[in-house]
Nanobody, 120 residues
Framework: QVQLVESGGGLVQPGGSLRLSCAAS????????MGWYRQPPGKERELVAA???????NYADSVKGRFTISRDSAKNTVYLQMNSLKPEDTAVYYC??????????????WGQGTQVTVSS
């Protein structure tokens, strides 16, 4: 049984900042990757940022230089620091984790989503 719980979403003004967090709980053998997708209203879901177990990262071009992803491995938690927010960042943000609950296969798990709205 694995659960990803997200928090930190809300309403901010353009140019403002938010920090999202996502904590994985349950019996977890290991985590390979954690990250964030987002889905703006009426648009496709896209990868925002991801961080792997070796701390390598990747970002969507649209957020590079503004967003920073980090992780606390001891707490099985991933964070997304979002600065210089723009209205086009408005979306539901979904945390995901690629992890093992046994020593065998990796599976992808998803959080419930958290709303981020950037508006004056």
């Amino acid at each position: 049984q694995v659960q990803l719980v997200e928090s930190g979403g809300g309403l901010v003004q353009p140019g403002g900042s938010l920090r999202l967090s996502c904590a994985a709980s349950g019996t977890i053998f290991s985590i390979n990757t954690m990250g964030w997708y987002r889905q703006p209203p009426g648009k496709e879901r896209e990868l925002v940022a991801a961080i792997r177990s070796d701390d390598s990262t990747n970002y969507a071009d649209s957020v590079k230089g503004r967003f920073t992803i980090s992780r606390d491995s001891a707490k099985n938690t991933v964070y997304l620091q979002m600065n210089s927010l723009k209205p086009e960042d408005t979306a539901v943000y979904y945390c995901y984790a690629v992890l093992k609950i046994t020593g065998a296969n990796y599976y992808t798990y998803w959080g419930q989503g958290t709303q981020v709205t950037v508006s004056s």
